[in-house]
C-alpha cells in the first residue's frame, strides 16, 4: 500500500491532474479524444467576465490543431449543475464575444469530478448540447458536452477504462491505495505526485484551509437543516391549530394537543 494525499482535496487534485501526460489520458478515457496540448493552465480565468460571470477554471488546456477546449473541474458545490453549465457557457463566448458569428472557433468540453458524490447517485452524467429528435437520434451539429463523473458510484457497467480511473481517485480518499490494482500508466504516475511524503509544506497548508472550509460549510448546510426542521414543527402546529379552530374545538384542548400556548392559539382566532 502507498500513502498519499486525498483528491478531495483541490490542491493535490491539481497536482496531479496538470500533468499533461495525466490530462491527456483522462480526456482519452472520459471523451474518446486524443489531445494535442503542451500544457495545461490551473486556475485559469479570462480577462473580462461574460455576462456579469466570471469562473476560475480548475483545470484548463486548448488544443487549437483540433479546435478543442477541454477544462475539469473537481470541486463540489450544491449547485454544482447549474454552477458549471454557467463555466462551461462562458468558455463558449468567451470565443464568440468579439466575432460577427455564432460558431465558436474552438468545441468546449467541461469534465466535473464530483469526489463527494452525488445525491443522484450516478456514476456519469452527460448533459449534450447537441440537438435530436423525438426518437433520441442526434444530428451531429453541435459538439459540446458537459461530462459529470462521480467515482464512488462507478459499477459494472461503467465503461472500461474510464472505470479504472474513478476507482483510482475514490481509492486516494482514504489516504492509501494499492497500486498493484491498477495498470494504465497515468494513473500509476498520478500516484507517484500525490505520495505523501512529497507533498510540500504549502501544499499542506492549502489541504488544511480546504479542510477548516469544508467543515464550515458543512456546519452552515447542518444548521440550516435543523433550522428548517424546527420552522416545520412550528407550520405543522399552526395548520393543526387552525383546523381544530375550524372544528370547534376549544382552546385549551387545542393547547394541549399541539403544545402551543392558548396566546398564540388566540393570535390564530382572530
Not at 144 to 173: G, Q, V
Request: hydrophobic letters at 35%; glycine letters at 4%.
Amino acid at each position: 500500500m502507498k500513502e498519499v494525499a486525498s483528491l478531495r482535496y483541490g490542491v493535490i487534485f491539481k497536482k496531479a491532474f496538470c500533468d499533461v501526460e495525466i490530462f491527456t489520458g483522462f480526456v482519452r478515457d472520459t471523451l474518446g479524444i486524443t489531445l494535442e496540448i503542451d500544457k495545461v493552465e490551473t486556475e485559469k480565468t479570462f480577462d473580462t467576465p461574460v455576462g456579469k460571470v466570471q469562473p476560475r477554471f480548475d483545470l484548463y488546456a486548448e488544443d487549437k490543431k483540433n479546435r478543442i477546449i477541454v477544462d475539469i473541474q473537481h470541486e463540489r458545490h450544491t449547485d454544482h449543475y447549474d454552477r458549471f453549465l454557467h463555466y462551461h457557457c462562458v468558455a463558449l463566448l468567451e470565443q464568440i464575444k468579439n466575432s460577427s458569428s455564432y460558431r465558436p472557433n474552438l468545441s468546449v468540453y467541461t469534465i466535473v469530478v464530483l469526489t463527494s458524490g452525488d445525491k443522484h447517485k450516478k456514476d456519469v452524467l452527460v448533459s449534450n448540447f447537441d440537438p435530436c429528435d423525438l426518437e433520441g437520434n442526434y444530428i451531429n451539429a453541435i459538439p459540446h458536452k458537459i461530462i459529470f463523473l462521480c467515482p464512488k458510484y462507478a459499477n459494472e457497467n461503467t465503461p472500461e477504462p474510464l472505470k479504472e480511473w474513478m476507482r483510482a481517485i475514490d481509492d486516494s480518499l482514504d489516504g492509501q491505495v494499492d497500486e498493484t490494482e491498477y495498470h494504465l500508466p497515468e494513473i500509476l504516475k498520478i500516484f507517484s505526485h500525490i505520495e505523501r511524503d512529497d507533498i510540500s509544506p504549502v501544499e499542506k497548508a492549502r489541504m488544511i484551509d480546504e479542510y477548516n472550509f469544508e467543515e464550515l460549510k458543512q456546519t452552515q448546510f447542518d444548521n440550516g437543516l435543523k433550522e428548517g426542521e424546527e420552522k416545520g414543527k412550528i407550520t405543522e402546529k399552526l395548520t393543526m391549530a387552525t383546523t381544530m379552530l375550524k372544528e370547534g374545538f376549544d382552546i385549551n384542548t387545542i393547547a394541549k394537543i399541539t403544545g402551543l400556548n392558548e396566546e398564540r392559539i388566540l393570535e390564530l382566532k382572530k
